[in-house]
Each structure stands twice: as structure tokens, then as C-alpha cells.
């Protein structure tokens, strides 16, 4: 028996823990790009273009320059040069095209371009001044509505590198046309803004000797950092990029936006600092989730047994840019057919280019090929969920190879058991509560996993405390306490006595935070580093007197807990970490370490197929005759490998969950084509879910160990809690009231019919 | 935002003088001329902030109805106890505006005088009669989801969007305003107006006067009333479509029944003919049909905003039938009943 006076209490990975920025953001310590306070600065106000397409013929700055405080008025005439090649420009994401840059030239490529920067002593005097500026255009033919933009489609000859093209197998065309169960239907998702709480903002810290503070609103602030230095001419020792704090951001991000280009360029002309926040309007003039239009084609043995996969998509994106993303690809991952076809387009419209939205492609995707999968089953006759079981892949059915794990079957069962889903009765309209039509609907969510190439760096001082610091982002997912959680049980210390920095660019190296990697790689190289501590630390326990722990040979023979190493094969031989530094005359240990796939991983990655699975049960109430639709309960049961911080985690999967009641029901900008403007473009009428929209959400993690998938075991929840939410409430609507919704949001209007 | 001079008289004369004049905003809570100010769609040089003036209280009338002060907070006025016990219909629609922290900004005068939530209007760089005569009006043909259907004009398709008044129309209140001229007292119904070939005027007012407080009269509708409101999501929309309905039923026949609707027209949309129809007549689904139908006549949609009006006449025959049964619409619930 272990002697009890040494049973370790571990708080680490699997443990619930409190944000550990918690108390900083709820009383006002944490602070956003817009609020550092920086003396002697100048405010900058963006001044949004009219028309959608054309150019500038004149601008008369007079006034708004007559104004007190204004120091100068920045446009495509008077701006500081800049390099002229499109290389320059790019970003991490490197979207194939021509980057956008603001006051480039008079030439005008979607409405709320911003035409001019007011630069004043006070806010109060930019904002008046900007609203002086008088722009005269000529406009030229334009077009923003989707559908129009759909002649117009292509598939870009240079794709974006993540773009996964799909792999075709068989003749779907032939096994379609002989199948005993036919559907084929066009799907549609509305374009949608991110709208952060948050806006864009970026305050520059301008030195005066040479060097530069930029903070700013991103993901990634190693990106931002390399993207200044190619356009204006700094090193990265004299610009440095901090977004300590992010207000989420949901993937508008992930590219350096136009105010911090602004911003800096406006800095070094002015060589002083600058601040430029977007307004919420102007929110709605960049980044947005492409519109979509999905045609899925599925054939089917009278069984129900698919036979063939047909998927055919367009995304919109500019006509300066080719954003592309996966659209076909996820059903295709996800079931078992020997035939399936993918095809895949985008189609330009003149607006801003189309970004990356939380689970990009996947959210769109996976959630529209859902409810085909839906319509299918009940020409099947079977049960939705035991149809997802009857097409089960246990290999990833499209790239033909296995899964590092896949506990699918596992959520199917427990989200169906937590829900109830046995006592469904199956016809539509059948089951009702008063005036209420009620409805119970399926689906399964797929994303991926990954794991990319990051550092961190561990600091131990002799007081017991711990520092750890990477330049990765918490975009409010919880980055920096999953990082603690990593360190705790690397370590063994109690997460009080770690600290944790990210979010600056001098920080070791961190890829933009996006696609559900942070915890997975961030993760790693924080385990790294702490074990490299470890290492030394045991080292240093050498000079202890009596050497109690001779007997280990590597960490492995020692646990760490309690800030001290424990002789696993007898534990009560036991050194304190503090024992040890002391001993071994050491002030500091400071390690870093990168973490990032090594050639057996890459191989392994070409091999064998990593994703996070979850299965989605839906219940709504719909009073049909007035066109209402009720959320009332949702359980989201989630195989996403090892989970680091159950508590995050599932704040994760909750958001995910309620923005996905906000794509099934709510999320949708209206434009005007004639203006080839976004109109509601605030949040009193861009619509997301509110507290008495939101009722019952259950978040199951199921048991789901890979030790292959990252490092930790770890394959992230950022993304995953979206995916086909808003397929399994379409489906419960279907169930509800016999109405088969195939273009989302599913608002009143489409409801209440006529 | 353009520069302003700023007044804060505290008596009413005072206020009077500050606010004659061109280019001219009272301002009460602020939460929709500061916005306003903010995008550039209002545009006072001078702005008399009313706050101080002694217009916050809520008193018993002569003809033993109730007065609400024009500077009465929403909040204040749709928990006042009086206001709770007698004029129930008034506390569920402000309860169903907004939220909690606007109404508890947000004046009484402030609601009635707030504008519409028209996109263009909100949007400079966009045409609109309302904000700027002659240019034409952006949600023609356009995006007008939220758009009336009933009173429109040509020149603009607006609607008013506070559901106070609706109720305010439903219980036939009295507006009360001051003026260079004096005061005078206003009837509801004639104190919004449709926009004809007058987009910019949303009300009767004349320039410079300034709504002093409200006036309900005595007749309670505490027993049978609704405020159905139906929108986007469940809470912080405008209204797509709501009904205010108040009645007063004798031995199961209607004896009395107002029916005011929001969020179809430029003003609270009531119809006598409508009501009367059912004067007399035991509650029934049928009936209350045909008042729709009555109320709703000659509406037209504008494209987007189609859906409003089978919307409307569902949500008539609903709220009527909440009404009757005395099992009104709960602002609280997560449901509509
Ligand atoms: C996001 C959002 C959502 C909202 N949702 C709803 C909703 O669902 N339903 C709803 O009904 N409302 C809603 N509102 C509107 C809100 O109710 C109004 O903004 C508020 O009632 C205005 O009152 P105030 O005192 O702040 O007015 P102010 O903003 O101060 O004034 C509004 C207008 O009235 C004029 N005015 C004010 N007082 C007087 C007076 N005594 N005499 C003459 N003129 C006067 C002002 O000059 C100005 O033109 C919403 C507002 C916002 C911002
Ligand atoms: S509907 Fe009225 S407020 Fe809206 S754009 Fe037309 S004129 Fe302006």
C-alpha cells in the first residue's frame, strides 16, 4: 500500500478548472486592443464607401480638415507608398488572389470600402470630420446576390491550400440512376457575419525610436506581425504584435483586417500613435461565412443502404479573391457508399471576400448533406438514427483509410439515451402538446483534427511558481487555462502557483489560432517544455543530500505532484521541486520546446484519417399557426479524443450549440442589390439567439482514447459544437410538422407560410 | 455625430424657448436620438436634454384615469402598481419592447416619439423620403422585411416600431403636449400619422412642441386583454407583427373589443369597423376571423414582407382568442401561449 501521506492531489488534464482570466475580464484587468491606454495618440475613423463597384472621381477633405484637431486626412491620393506586389500582402491563410488594400487606389470593389482615414486629437473631432468627408463616385455594374452569381461559377485553377479537393469513387451517376431510393434536392445557407462581440481594433503603440507596439484584434499575432513587417518595412525586432485578449472572434481573425493595416500605415506617416476601431457597421463591410448552394443527389438500395454520393456546391467569394472551402467532402468522409462523386465551385460577387467562420465548410457542408440524410430516411422508412448506423463507416469512407478513433457509435448511443430518442414516434405530426406541434430531429457532426507546429516556453523559479508563455491566442475558447491544466499535470503543481502569457508576438512561435488545433498543439509543446523542466529538475534533485531519488533513471520513474517528485516504485522516497534548485544552487529553469509532427506523425497523417465526431439530437415545439419555432432541447454527445478542461470544453460545445440555433433559425444578412449593400448591418436586426430562445443544452464527452491522434490525445472542441446543429433542429421541424425546410434560417416567415 | 449646443432647462417654459427653432431634439433617455446622432440621421445643432424637467411622475387623473409623465421611465411605468393592476394591456407591451436595461432608460415620451427601425433610414449612405426628402425611398422593392403592409404611401413604406403604443392606441389614450402655441391635448390615434407625401413628419406634433405625459382615461381592460408580439426571436426584436387587444365581455358576449396592431403600419393601426363586427357576439374563432379580415383589408405586400399578412390575421384570431379566455400573453415565459 502507497503510504497516504504521499497520495498526490492532482488537479490536471480532466480536471474542471475555472478560467484563469476570469477575474481579469469580468473586472475590467483584461484589456482589449482598443483599450490600452497609449499617451499622446491619435484617433483614427475609417470613412466607409457608398457604392459596391466603381471608382472614386473626387474627394473634398475641405471640411472635414477645417475641423479643430484634425491632423490629417489619409486617402488613396495622399497615402504613404507601399510595395506594389500582391506578395507582400499575403497572409498566413494565403487565399489565392489579389489581397485587399485599403486606399490603394480610386478603384472601388464592395460597398463600405473604406475610402478614408480622419485622423484627429480626439475621437469626438475624427468621427465629425470623417463624416465630412465628401466622396463623389461613378458606379459600375454590379452584382451581390447569390443567386444572380451562380452563372458565374468556377472552380478556382489555384486553390487555397487547405481546399480538399474531393476523391470520386465509383460511377455515382450510374449507380443514381439505378438506385431503388432516390433523393435529390438543392440546399441553402444564407450569408452570415461573425459579429464578434468585440469589434476589429487595433491602438499602435508608436515608440519614437523606431520600434512599434501594435495591439490588435487577431488570431494570430505572429501572422499580423510578419504581414506589417512585409508591407511597411519593419523587423520583427521593431514591430511586435500583441492581442493579449481577443473578445472572440469566431474566425474574422484570422486575417489581419483592414483597420490594422490602417492603423500602422497611418502611424508611420504620422509617427505617432494610433488608434482605429471599427464600428459595428463597419463589421458587416469584411469577413462573413460564403453563402452556399449544395445539390445532393443520394441513391440507395430499398433498404436504405447508400449506394451513391452526389454533391455538387458553390460558395460565393469576391472577384478579388478565391476562398474556397470543403463543402462535399464531409458526407463523403462520413458514409459508406462504393460510389461518390463530389464537385465544387465558387461564384464571385462583388463584396468582400468571404472568410473562414467557425467550422468552415463543415458548419455549411456537413449540416446541409444532414438533412438530405434526413429526407432520405424517411423515404427509407427508417429511423433516422438507425439510418446513420446502417450507412456507419468505421474507416474514413472517401480518403479510404482508417481512423486514428472514431467513438461515433459510441455518441449515437449515449446522445440517444440522454435524450430519450427510443420513445420517438416516428411520423411526422404525431406527437403534440397543446398547441404545440412537437418535433424531435437527429444529425451527425463531423471536423477535423489537428495538431501544427508550436513552441512554448516553461519557467520554474526557486519560489515554486511557474510561468508559461507561447504566442497563441485565446480567442475566449480558454487557450491559456487548458495551457495551465497541461502544466498542472505535467508538473504537478496547483494551478495557482502557474501563470500563464500568450498572445505576443515575442512569445515563442504559434500558428493562428483556428480549426479547433490550440489546446492540441499549444497542449503539446507546454507538455514538452514543462517535461524538459522536469528533466532538470530531477537532474538537480542529484545534489540533495542522500539522493533519494537515485533509483529513477528518466521522469518516468517519478511522479510529479504537489511540487515534488515522487519515486513511483517506492513513494516515500520523495524531493521538492524547491529542495532541488536549492541543492542544486538554481534560481531559474527556463526551457522551451516546439512541438510539431515528425515524419512518423506525417505519414500517419497520410494514413490514417483524424477527426472529431458528434452526434446532435434535437427537440422542437413549433406553434404552427403563428410560425413559432422553440429550441426546447438539445443534446450534443461528442467524440473529440481526450478532454482537457471539461469545463471549457463544454462552454465550447454550448456556444457552438446556440450559434448553431442561430444558423438553423436566425443568423442571415439581407442585402440590397440595387445598392449591393448589406443592410441589417447592427445587431438590432442581424438576429443570434437570446437567452429566451436558448433552453435545455446537454453536452456529452464521450469516452474516446487516441493516443495517436495529437501528442496529448487531444483533438479540440472549438468547432465541433456548430457542426449540423442546425441540421438536427431543421429535421426536428420536419418531424414536427411535416414541412421540409431546405434553406436556412428557417425564420417565421418560411414558417408561416401564406 | 455633428456639433451641437447643449440646453438642460428645468422648468417647462424654459424648455419651451430652448426648443423652438430649426434643427431642434429633445432629448429624454437617448437610446434612439444618441443612436441617431451617432449615424448621422438626426442632425440637431442645438439639443435641449428634458431630463430635468418635473415630468417623471405617474398621477391619478380627475376623470379618474392615470397620467404617465412623459419622462416616467418604461420600466417605472410597466411596474407601477396602478398601472399593473388597471391597465395591465400597457405594462405587457412596453414589458414586451426592448430590454431591461433599455426600458429602464427609455421614457415615456421618448417611446412614443421613437422612429422607425427602417434599414435605410438608418443607413446614410443609403436614399430614404424619411431621413432625406426627395431622394427616394431605399426599401421600395428592396429589402423591407420589416415593412408595412397597411397606409403605405408611395414615398415611403415605414413602420412605427413601439409596442407601447399599440397598446396606448388599444386603451384610446390622450397625448398631452406643450408649445409656443400651449398645450393642447391630442387623441391617440390622430397623434402618429401615415406617411403620405410626408415621410419625415412621423406625428402631429408641431415643431417645438414637446409631450408633457400621457392620459389613460378610466375604462380599465384588466380582465380580458393580449399584447401578442411576434418577431424573429423571442425576445429583443422589434415586432414583426403584434396585437394589442382589450374587451370587455358581459355574460359571454363582447361587449366592448379595441384591437390596435404593430409593425404593419406608419402609425398603431386600429380599425372601428372591425371591432364593431364583433359587438355583441360570443367569442369565437370564426368571428374573430372576420375581424381580421375587416381590420387587414386592402393590405398589400411589399415583397419581403409578404408573410406579414397571413402573419397578422393569425395573429388577430390568436390574440383575441388569449383576450377572451383571460389567459393573456405572458412577456415572460419562453413561449408564446
Ligand atoms: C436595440 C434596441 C431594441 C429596441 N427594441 C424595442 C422594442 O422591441 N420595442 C419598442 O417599443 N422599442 C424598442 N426599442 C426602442 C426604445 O423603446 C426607444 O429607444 C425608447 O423608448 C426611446 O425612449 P428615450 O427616452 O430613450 O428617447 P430618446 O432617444 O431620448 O428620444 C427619442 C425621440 O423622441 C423625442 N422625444 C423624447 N422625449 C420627448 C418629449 N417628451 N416630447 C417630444 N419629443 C420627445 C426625441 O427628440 C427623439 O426624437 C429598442 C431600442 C433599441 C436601441
Ligand atoms: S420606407 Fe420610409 S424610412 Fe424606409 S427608406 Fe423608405 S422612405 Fe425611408
Known sequence: ?754 | MIRFDYARPTDLAEAVREGSGEQVAYLAGGTNLVDLMKENVARPTRVVDITRLPLADIQETEAGGLRLGALATNTETAYDERVRARYPLLSSAILAGATAQLRNAATNGGNINQRTRCYYFYDVGTPCNKRAPGQGCGALGEVNRIHAILGTSPQCIATHPSDMAVALAALKAEVRVTGAEGDRVIPFSDYHRLPSDEPWRDNTLRPGELVTGIDLPPEEFSTNYSYLKLRDRLSYAFALVSVAVAMRLEENRIAEVRIALGGVAHKPWRREEAEDILLGVSPDREAFGRAAEVLLDGAKGQGANDFKIPMARKAIVRALEQAAAGTPQSQTDKRIA
Request: hydrophobic share 40%.
Open chain 1, 1 to 754: 500500500m502507497p503510504d497516504t501521506r504521499h497520495e498526490p492531489i492532482r488537479v490536471g488534464i480532466g480536471t474542471p478548472l475555472d478560467r484563469v482570466d476570469g477575474p481579469d475580464k469580468v473586472t475590467g484587468q483584461a484589456h482589449y486592443a482598443a483599450e490600452y491606454a497609449v499617451p499622446n495618440m491619435l484617433y483614427g475613423v475609417i470613412v466607409s464607401g457608398r457604392i459596391a463597384r466603381g471608382r472614386i472621381t473626387g474627394i473634398d477633405e475641405t471640411a472635414a480638415r477645417a475641423v479643430p484637431g484634425v491632423v490629417e486626412v489619409l486617402t488613396h491620393r495622399n497615402r504613404p507608398s507601399t510595395p506594389w506586389l500582391d506578395r507582400n500582402y499575403k497572409d498566413e491563410l494565403n487565399i489565392p488572389g489579389d489581397p485587399f488594400r485599403a486606399l490603394e487606389s480610386e478603384h472601388i470593389l464592395f460597398s463600405g470600402q473604406p475610402v478614408a482615414l480622419v485622423l484627429a486629437e480626439t475621437f469626438e473631432a475624427a468621427r465629425f470630420a470623417a463624416s465630412l468627408v465628401d466622396v463623389s463616385y461613378e458606379a459600375a455594374a454590379h452584382n451581390i446576390d447569390f443567386e444572380a452569381s451562380l452563372a458565374e461559377r468556377f472552380l478556382p485553377s489555384k486553390k487555397r491550400n487547405s481546399y480538399h479537393p474531393p476523391k470520386n469513387h465509383g460511377d455515382a451517376d450510374a449507380a443514381f440512376a439505378a438506385a431503388e431510393l432516390k433523393h435529390e434536392a438543392r440546399y441553402h445557407l444564407a450569408t452570415e457575419h461573425h459579429n464578434p462581440m468585440e469589434m476589429h481594433a487595433t491602438t499602435v503603440d508608436w515608440h519614437g525610436d523606431g520600434t512599434l507596439t501594435v495591439y490588435d484584434k487577431n488570431q494570430g499575432s505572429q501572422g499580423v506581425q510578419s504581414y506589417l513587417c512585409n508591407i511597411f518595412g519593419f523587423s520583427k525586432k521593431e514591430l511586435r504584435v500583441v492581442n493579449a485578449f481577443v473578445g472572440g472572434a469566431f474566425g474574422s481573425g484570422l486575417r489581419p483586417q483592414y483597420q490594422v493595416y490602417l492603423a500602422v500605415m497611418a502611424a508611420k506617416h504620422t509617427q505617432r500613435s494610433v488608434r482605429v476601431v471599427m464600428t459595428r457597421q463597419q463589421m458587416f463591410t469584411h469577413a462573413h461565412r460564403p453563402e452556399a448552394d449544395y445539390t445532393i443527389r443520394l441513391g440507395a438500395e430499398a433498404t436504405g443502404k447508400l449506394t451513391s454520393i452526389d454533391g455538387d456546391a458553390t460558395t460565393s467569394t469576391s472577384r478579388f479573391e478565391n476562398n474556397m472551402e470543403d463543402i462535399v467532402i464531409w458526407g463523403m468522409i462520413n458514409y459508406a457508399s462504393p460510389n461518390m462523386k463530389g464537385e465544387y465551385c465558387v461564384a464571385p460577387r462583388d463584396t468582400y471576400t468571404s472568410a473562414d467562420m467557425r467550422a468552415p465548410g463543415a458548419a455549411t457542408g456537413m449540416t446541409l448533406f444532414e438533412i438530405a440524410m434526413d429526407e432520405l430516411a424517411y423515404k427509407a422508412k427508417v429511423d433516422p438514427l438507425d439510418f446513420r448506423l446502417l450507412n456507419y463507416s468505421d474507416i474514413d469512407a472517401m480518403y479510404r483509410t482508417p481512423f486514428t478513433s472514431k467513438a461515433l457509435r459510441e455518441a449515437y448511443r449515449d446522445g440517444a439515451a440522454a435524450f430519450g430518442w427510443d420513445s420517438r414516434s416516428p411520423e411526422p405530426r404525431s406527437m403534440k402538446e397543446g398547441r404545440e406541434l412537437i418535433g424531435w430531429g437527429m444529425a451527425t457532426g463531423l471536423w477535423t483534427a489537428e495538431f501544427v507546429k508550436t513552441s512554448a516556453k516553461a519557467k520554474l523559479t526557486a519560489d515554486g511558481r511557474l510561468e508559461i508563455t507561447s504566442a497563441t491566442s485565446d480567442i475566449g475558447t480558454g487557450t491559456g487555462t487548458v495551457l495551465v491544466l497541461v502544466a498542472a499535470d505535467t508538473l504537478g503543481l496547483p494551478p495557482d502557483r502557474i501563470s500563464v502569457r500568450i498572445g505576443d508576438s515575442d512569445l515563442p512561435h504559434s500558428p493562428v489560432q483556428g480549426g479547433s488545433r490550440a489546446a492540441a498543439s499549444g497542449g503539446a509543446a507546454v507538455q514538452l517544455a514543462c517535461e524538459a523542466v522536469g528533466k532538470r529538475l530531477l537532474k538537480a534533485a542529484e545534489k540533495v543530500d542522500g539522493q533519494p531519488l537515485h533509483a529513477a533513471r528518466s521522469i518516468e520513474d517519478v511522479i510529479f505532484a504537489d511540487g515534488r517528485m515522487i519515486l513511483k516504485s517506492d513513494p516515500s522516497k520523495a524531493v521538492s521541486c524547491a529542495d532541488a534548485m536549492q541543492a542544486a544552487g538554481l534560481e531559474v529553469i527556463e526551457e522551451e520546446q516546439t512541438a510539431q509532427p515528425g515524419l512518423a506523425d506525417r505519414i500517419s497523417q497520410m494514413t490514417r484519417s483524424r477527426n472529431v465526431h458528434s452526434a446532435v439530437f434535437a427537440e422542437v415545439r413549433v406553434d404552427e399557426e403563428l410560425g413559432q419555432i422553440r429550441v426546447t432541447r438539445i443534446v450534443n454527445a461528442v467524440a473529440a479524443g481526450r478532454i482537457i478542461n471539461p469545463k471549457t470544453a463544454r462552454s465550447q460545445i454550448l456556444g457552438g450549440v446556440v450559434m448553431g440555433m442561430g444558423m438553423a433559425l436566425h443568423e442571415e444578412t439581407l442585402g440590397d442589390n440595387r445598392l449591393g449593400r448589406w443592410m441589417n448591418h447592427n445587431l438590432a436586426e442581424y438576429h443570434i439567439p437570446v437567452n429566451a430562445d436558448v433552453h435545455d443544452i446537454q453536452v456529452i464527452f464521450v469516452d474516446e482514447p487516441d493516443p495517436d491522434v495529437t501528442p496529448l490525445g487531444v483533438k479540440g472542441v472549438g468547432e465541433i459544437g456548430i457542426v449540423s446543429t442546425a441540421a438536427a433542429i431543421a429535421n426536428a421541424i420536419f418531424h414536427a410538422t411535416g414541412q421540409r425546410h431546405r434553406s436556412l434560417p428557417i425564420t417565421i416567415d418560411k414558417l408561416i407560410g401564406t
